[in-house]
Structure formats: structure tokens, C-alpha cells
């Protein structure tokens, strides 16, 4: 049976039958092919008389009837900043009813009672659902490390004959029925230029890379492609590769879904991922005045209505941050990220942006907050970063972080490399580095220490983090040369300068022939070769401190991929080469 004629045995069962032209016009089919489909039905003994159901059909419908329901709840929602840390997203209300709510008492209305909510970021807050519907809630205890892949699998026994639905999905009317009789993926006819599914004549959901049908979620699943998600699921949570994967991976077999597409109606069908979606659905909704909008609308002293355009950027190493517009100008909040109040120490950045706001060093401060870290900046327009590719504009940095260094700026405290690498150490709770040799290459690391120590330093503030991402270019008026920004400032703190040429070496990921040029872009009358070995002991242990800092981020279960081996090799490698450059010096 194919799709047209379950899609018609399902009319049928819904509906009273008049005359084959109101089933056309319904169904939005021709005329021609409603008789067909209806010859096929009759042939295959699931319609007699007046189209009337057989008792084949109603077995067919038994057999693939909708049971149960899963509903996702267990994430972040990091893309409802600012309000994804106040209020979980399942929670959110539109005309005063919580998305999820709304989702059970849909489902409830068809008969579906067997309901569990999979749940994790503030999963405490979904306990009242038990004794006001009677669903389960299944906890899912990696939530931070994993996406809703591994929700779905905790959730594995439920999957026959049953609706997965997300807990960001607000329907007008109700998605969910009594009947099914096969397997669908819910789409909205709306282009979506970040969709990677689009639906083909057949109805069937293939991959583009071009851009296709908005995504809704919603999905049901009935008997052999139940059978087949649940063991595809079962592999692919196991396997490492997709730890950050949506569930929906598991539906592909090649570049196909293994199930039908259902597209729902975009002006009564939301999924609602921003703080912008959630005005533009209710913009009377209570959660939409949060503590940071208020926040924003005192330092700015505009109204909250005056704040728009809040749009999240690319997730950092660090923090979570999101643009919004207030009155034509731009500014940046940014919100510290997991693990974050481990790692920095915001009254001392808080000292930072003192000695240096007004100096035209970074970007425009107008709020900071030395508790939290929260931050409130000018958004610099039309900046770029800088391409640690072109030479042209590595030198450009180096002068300009040179020019800063030689402020010879002052504060109070200290960021002691070796320090930093105990420290990072004890966050790990315990466990070993995933490292085999990592003992080894620590002594060696610490052995860098003495001749270091013996070098002169001109001691001043610095970055500490001057990577070439934290570099923009400000384009200025025609005759003008491009101003160079130096932004985020958490780990700044007073040691030796060159620390900083380290530290762009490594996040760049740079060659040895690359860290020469960027030493001769630096120091452009030339590099002290006793200076130079210092560097190079700098490489050597800020990739051991990166390196341990991205093993505590894997245990927040935040990876970097090729960016945390490469630091672990600059300790081994680097090392070695001051070695042959101090057993050249002797000899």
C-alpha cells in the first residue's frame, strides 16, 4: 500500500464518504487519481460496499494506532538567550499556557495517556507534572554533554506506536490523532535556508545542502521503522561520534529519511528556538521581561521594548553571547558559559577592563558585572577578525600588541602559567589525563620553568589570551588605516609579554616555520636569540595549559577536536626543540 492510499484510508476513516469529487477536493488530489486509489483500496479487500472500512482496514488501523508519547525536554535552549537560564524551554508560556502543557493536554484529547517527558536542565521544575497529568518524567543525567540523540535512547522502551515530539512546538490546532497508519517526520512549508531536508514529489524527506523545509520535530513512529530507529538510536548513542547529534540523524539511511514527511500549515505550527520567535508569537508573555533584559534596559536606561533584534552568537570556548540592537546602535551581552565561574576570576577581569577602558584598547565597555561576569559591550560595526593566514595582517597585531604592551599597564594580580596548570589539573576531580604519557611531558613542561625564570622580563599587563580571534579590524574612512581592536580580556593579568606571542602561536595552530614569522612580526629589529628560546619555552607550556583546560571542558562535555591535541603536541614538541636549541648553544 502505498502512501496516496493510506493517506485516503485515513480520510475515510475520519470522515463519512459523499462522492469520490469531495474526496478530491479534500485530499487535494485529482479527481482521476481519487478513483484509482479507491479500485486499489477495493482490490486489496480494505473497502467494500459504499467505501465503507473492511475489517481488514480496521485491524491495519489497530496494529498501527498511536499508544504513547516522548516528549524532549532535557536541554539547555542556549538559543533562548537571554532567558534560556531563567526559564526551561518547555516551560515557556504563549497566552499564558507552557508550551508543554499544551503539547499534553493535545495529546490527551486523542486518548494518549502514556506520556513521558525526558528531562535535565532544570528538571526539578517539571515535577509538578506528574500529579497535574500523570506523566513520567525519565532523567536524563548527561543533558550537558550530550544532545537529544541520548534522550530518545534513555527513552528506547516507549518507541512503538509513538509520537516524539520536542518541547519548543506550539500548535494552534491539534497535531496529534486517533489514527495513524504509518511513519512521518513533520515539516512546515516554509523555505529555511539552515533546514538540510527538503520535500521531493514523492513526499519523501532527502538531504540538501541548499537550504530546504523548516523543521518542525514532530514525529511518529509505527512498526518496522519503529523497530529500526530504536536500534539505530541504540548505536549511535554508543558511539562517540554522535554525542552532540539531534535524534533526527538516526531517521537517515544514506540521504534519505526512513520515514514520510507531514507538512503542517507555517501560520498555525511554531517551533520556537529564540527570545525574537517567542515576541513575535506573544509579545505580551510574561517570561519575555527577564532579569537581563531589565538589566540591559537600566545600564542603556531605554525601555525593555526598545531592546530588539536579540539574535545568539557563534557559541565561544568560553561564554555564551547575543547581539541585540537598542535605539540604531549595536551591543553585545555576553552570558559566562558552563563552567565558567571555575575557570575565570570575574573581579579580576573586572580590574582589567578598569585600567584599560577609555584607552581605545577593546571594545566600548558600559557594564560589567564583577560577580557573574556578565557583560555589556559596543558592538564594533563591520569588524572583521584577523586571518592568522595573512601575514600582512599578523604583523599589523603584533605592532599593535606591542604598542599596548609597552603602556606598561598595571593591576593587582598575577596569571602564573604553571599555576594555572595545577589549577586546571584539580578540576578534573580526580581523573587521569586522558594522555598516556602526560606525567612525562609534565616534567618536562616544569623543567622549561628554570630558564624562564632566569630570564629578564619587563613585567606589565598582559592578554594572555591575544588570539587571532580576539583581534578586529575597525574599518575607518577611506584614507585611513584600519583601527585593530584587542577584545576579551577574562584571563588578562600581569606577567611577560611574550606570553602573548605564545599564546596566538598555539590558538593558530602555527607551524614552526609560522611561530618564526610571527616572532620577526613582533619584534621587527630583530629577536633576541636567548628571547626567542624563551618563547618557545611559552609554546611548550601554554599548550600544556590549554591542553588541560580543554580536558576539564570534555568533562562539561564541551570538545574542541583537533584544537586540544594540537596543545598537548606543542608541550611535547616545543620542549624538544629548546632542547636542541640550548644543545646547539653549548656545543
Same mark, same amino acid.
Given at each position: 500500500?502505498?502512501?496516496?492510499?493510506?493517506?485516503?484510508?485515513?480520510?475515510?476513516?475520519?470522515?463519512?464518504?459523499?462522492?469520490?469529487?469531495?474526496?478530491?477536493?479534500?485530499?487535494?488530489?485529482?479527481?482521476?487519481?481519487?478513483?484509482?486509489?479507491?479500485?486499489?483500496?477495493?482490490?486489496?479487500?480494505?473497502?467494500?460496499?459504499?467505501?465503507?472500512?473492511?475489517?481488514?482496514?480496521?485491524?491495519?488501523?489497530?496494529?498501527?494506532?498511536?499508544?504513547?508519547?516522548?516528549?524532549?525536554?532535557?536541554?539547555?535552549?542556549?538559543?533562548?538567550?537571554?532567558?534560556?537560564?531563567?526559564?526551561?524551554?518547555?516551560?515557556?508560556?504563549?497566552?499564558?499556557?507552557?508550551?508543554?502543557?499544551?503539547?499534553?493536554?493535545?495529546?490527551?484529547?486523542?486518548?494518549?495517556?502514556?506520556?513521558?517527558?525526558?528531562?535535565?536542565?532544570?528538571?526539578?521544575?517539571?515535577?509538578?507534572?506528574?500529579?497535574?497529568?500523570?506523566?513520567?518524567?525519565?532523567?536524563?543525567?548527561?543533558?550537558?554533554?550530550?544532545?537529544?540523540?541520548?534522550?530518545?535512547?534513555?527513552?528506547?522502551?516507549?518507541?512503538?506506536?509513538?509520537?516524539?515530539?520536542?518541547?519548543?512546538?506550539?500548535?494552534?490546532?491539534?497535531?496529534?490523532?486517533? &489514527?495513524?497508519?504509518?511513519?512521518?517526520?513533520?515539516?512546515?512549508?516554509?523555505?529555511?535556508?539552515?533546514?538540510?531536508?527538503?520535500?521531493?514529489?514523492?513526499?519523501?524527506?532527502?538531504?540538501?545542502?541548499?537550504?530546504?523545509?523548516?523543521?518542525?520535530?514532530?514525529?511518529?513512529?509505527?512498526?518496522?521503522?519503529?523497530?529500526?530507529?530504536?536500534?539505530?538510536?541504540?548505536?549511535?548513542?554508543?558511539?562517540?561520534?554522535?554525542?552532540?547529534?539531534?535524534?533526527?540523524?538516526?531517521?537517515?539511511?544514506?540521504?534519505?529519511?526512513?520515514?514520510?514527511?507531514?507538512?503542517?500549515?507555517?501560520?498555525?505550527?511554531?517551533?520556537?528556538?529564540?527570545? @525574537?520567535?517567542?515576541?513575535?508569537?506573544?509579545?505580551?508573555?510574561?517570561?519575555?521581561?527577564?532579569?537581563?533584559?531589565?538589566?540591559?534596559?537600566?545600564?542603556?536606561?531605554?525601555?525593555?521594548?526598545?531592546?530588539?533584534?536579540?539574535?545568539?552568537?557563534?557559541?565561544?570556548?568560553?561564554?555564551?553571547?547575543?547581539?541585540?540592537?537598542?535605539? &540604531?546602535?549595536?551591543?553585545?551581552?555576553?552570558?559566562?558559559?558552563?563552567?565558567?565561574?571555575?575557570?575565570?576570576?570575574?573581579?579580576?577581569?573586572?580590574?582589567?577592563? @578598569?585600567?584599560?577602558?577609555?584607552?581605545?584598547?577593546?571594545?566600548?565597555?558600559?557594564?560589567?558585572?564583577?560577580?557573574?561576569?556578565?557583560?555589556?559591550?559596543?558592538?564594533?560595526?563591520?569588524?572583521?577578525?584577523?586571518?592568522?593566514?595573512?601575514?600582512?595582517?599578523?604583523?599589523?597585531?603584533?605592532?599593535?600588541?606591542?604598542?599596548?604592551?609597552?603602556?606598561?599597564?598595571?593591576?593587582?594580580?598575577?596569571?602564573?602559567?604553571?599555576?594555572?596548570?595545577?589549577?586546571?589539573?584539580?578540576?578534573?576531580?580526580?581523573?587521569?589525563?586522558?594522555?598516556?604519557?602526560?606525567?612525562?611531558?609534565?616534567?618536562?613542561?616544569?623543567?622549561?620553568?628554570?630558564?624562564?625564570?632566569?630570564?629578564?622580563?619587563?613585567?606589565?599587563?598582559?592578554?594572555?589570551?591575544?588570539?587571532?580571534?580576539?583581534?578586529?579590524?575597525?574599518?575607518?574612512?577611506?584614507?585611513? @588605516?584600519?583601527?585593530?581592536?584587542?577584545?576579551?580580556?577574562?584571563?588578562?593579568?600581569?606577567?611577560?609579554?611574550?606570553?602573548?606571542?605564545?599564546?596566538?602561536?598555539?590558538?593558530?595552530?602555527?607551524?614552526?616555520?609560522?611561530?618564526?614569522?610571527?616572532?620577526?612580526?613582533?619584534?621587527?629589529?630583530?629577536?633576541?636569540?636567548?628571547?626567542?628560546?624563551?618563547?618557545?619555552?611559552?609554546?611548550?607550556?601554554?599548550?600544556?595549559?590549554?591542553?588541560?583546560?580543554? @580536558?576539564?571542558?570534555?568533562?562539561?562535555?564541551?570538545?574542541?577536536?583537533?584544537?586540544?591535541?594540537?596543545?598537548?603536541?606543542?608541550?611535547?614538541?616545543?620542549?624538544?626543540?629548546?632542547?636542541?636549541?640550548?644543545?646547539?648553544?653549548?656545543?
Amino acid at each position: 500500500m502505498n502512501k496516496t492510499e493510506k493517506d485516503t484510508l485515513l480520510f475515510l476513516k475520519n470522515h463519512s464518504f459523499l462522492n469520490q469529487r469531495i474526496v478530491a477536493e479534500q485530499m487535494k488530489l485529482s479527481l482521476g487519481k481519487v478513483n484509482q486509489t479507491l479500485r486499489s483500496l477495493q482490490d486489496q479487500g480494505y473497502l467494500k460496499g459504499e467505501m465503507n472500512l473492511t475489517d481488514k482496514a480496521l485491524t491495519l488501523f489497530s496494529e498501527h494506532a498511536p499508544r504513547r508519547a516522548v516528549i524532549l525536554a532535557a536541554g539547555y535552549g542556549m538559543r533562548m538567550v537571554p532567558i534560556h537560564r531563567e526559564t526551561p524551554k518547555g516551560l515557556l508560556q504563549i497566552n499564558g499556557e507552557p508550551l508543554i502543557e499544551r503539547q499534553i493536554r493535545q495529546l490527551q484529547e486523542v486518548g494518549i495517556t502514556d506520556i513521558t517527558v525526558v528531562v535535565g536542565f532544570m528538571k526539578e521544575s517539571y515535577e509538578y507534572l506528574i500529579d497535574t497529568y500523570g506523566v513520567k518524567l525519565l532523567i536524563n543525567m548527561e543533558y550537558a554533554k550530550k544532545n537529544n540523540l541520548h534522550s530518545l535512547n534513555l527513552a528506547s522502551d516507549k518507541i512503538e506506536n509513538t509520537y516524539i515530539i520536542p518541547c519548543d512546538i506550539w500548535c494552534q490546532e491539534n497535531p496529534f490523532c486517533r &489514527n495513524e497508519l504509518y511513519s512521518w517526520y513533520m515539516v512546515c512549508e516554509l523555505v529555511d535556508d539552515e533546514s538540510s531536508v527538503r520535500v521531493n514529489r514523492k513526499q519523501e524527506l532527502v538531504k540538501t545542502n541548499r537550504g530546504g523545509n523548516q523543521m518542525i520535530g514532530i514525529s511518529y513512529v509505527t512498526g518496522d521503522t519503529a523497530v529500526e530507529l530504536k536500534n539505530r538510536i541504540a548505536q549511535m548513542d554508543g558511539d562517540f561520534r554522535w554525542q552532540n547529534s539531534f535524534w533526527e540523524e538516526a531517521l537517515f539511511l544514506q540521504d534519505k529519511m526512513i520515514v514520510f514527511a507531514k507538512v503542517a500549515s507555517s501560520l498555525s505550527t511554531y517551533e520556537i528556538n529564540t527570545y @525574537e520567535q517567542l515576541r513575535e508569537l506573544d509579545a505580551s508573555c510574561r517570561q519575555l521581561h527577564s532579569q537581563t533584559i531589565q538589566l540591559i534596559a537600566q545600564t542603556l536606561q531605554v525601555l525593555e521594548e526598545d531592546i530588539r533584534d536579540i539574535t545568539i552568537l557563534k557559541k565561544g570556548m568560553t561564554n555564551r553571547s547575543f547581539l541585540f540592537t537598542c535605539r &540604531n546602535q549595536s551591543y553585545i551581552m555576553r552570558i559566562p558559559g558552563e563552567g565558567t565561574e571555575q575557570l575565570i576570576n570575574r573581579r579580576q577581569e573586572s580590574q582589567v577592563y @578598569e585600567a584599560i577602558n577609555g584607552l581605545g584598547i577593546s571594545d566600548d565597555l558600559y557594564y560589567i558585572n564583577p560577580e557573574n561576569g556578565c557583560k555589556i559591550t559596543a558592538f564594533l560595526e563591520n569588524a572583521r577578525t584577523c586571518d592568522p593566514e595573512n601575514l600582512e595582517e599578523v604583523r599589523a597585531c603584533m605592532k599593535r600588541l606591542r604598542e599596548f604592551h609597552k603602556r606598561n599597564l598595571k593591576v593587582e594580580h598575577t596569571f602564573d602559567l604553571y599555576q594555572q596548570i595545577e589549577f586546571y589539573e584539580t578540576l578534573w576531580n580526580g581523573a587521569s589525563s586522558c594522555y598516556q604519557d602526560y606525567n612525562e611531558t609534565k616534567g618536562k613542561v616544569y623543567r622549561l620553568k628554570g630558564y624562564i625564570d632566569r630570564q629578564p622580563k619587563e613585567w606589565t599587563l598582559t592578554h594572555i589570551d591575544a588570539v587571532s580571534d580576539n583581534f578586529l579590524f575597525i574599518p575607518g574612512n577611506p584614507s585611513e @588605516e584600519e583601527e585593530i581592536r584587542l577584545i576579551d580580556w577574562e584571563y588578562a593579568g600581569m606577567q611577560d609579554p611574550h606570553v602573548d606571542i605564545a599564546m596566538f602561536a598555539i590558538y593558530a595552530m602555527y607551524d614552526r616555520e609560522q611561530v618564526e614569522k610571527l616572532i620577526e612580526a613582533y619584534f621587527s629589529e630583530g629577536c633576541d636569540p636567548a628571547v626567542r628560546r624563551k618563547i618557545y619555552c611559552y609554546i611548550a607550556t601554554c599548550g600544556l595549559l590549554w591542553s588541560n583546560w580543554c @580536558e576539564y571542558k570534555r568533562q562539561l562535555g564541551v570538545e574542541f577536536g583537533e584544537y586540544s591535541i594540537r596543545q598537548y603536541r606543542y608541550a611535547k614538541e616545543y620542549y624538544k626543540i629548546f632542547q636542541e636549541e640550548q644543545h646547539e648553544l653549548s656545543c
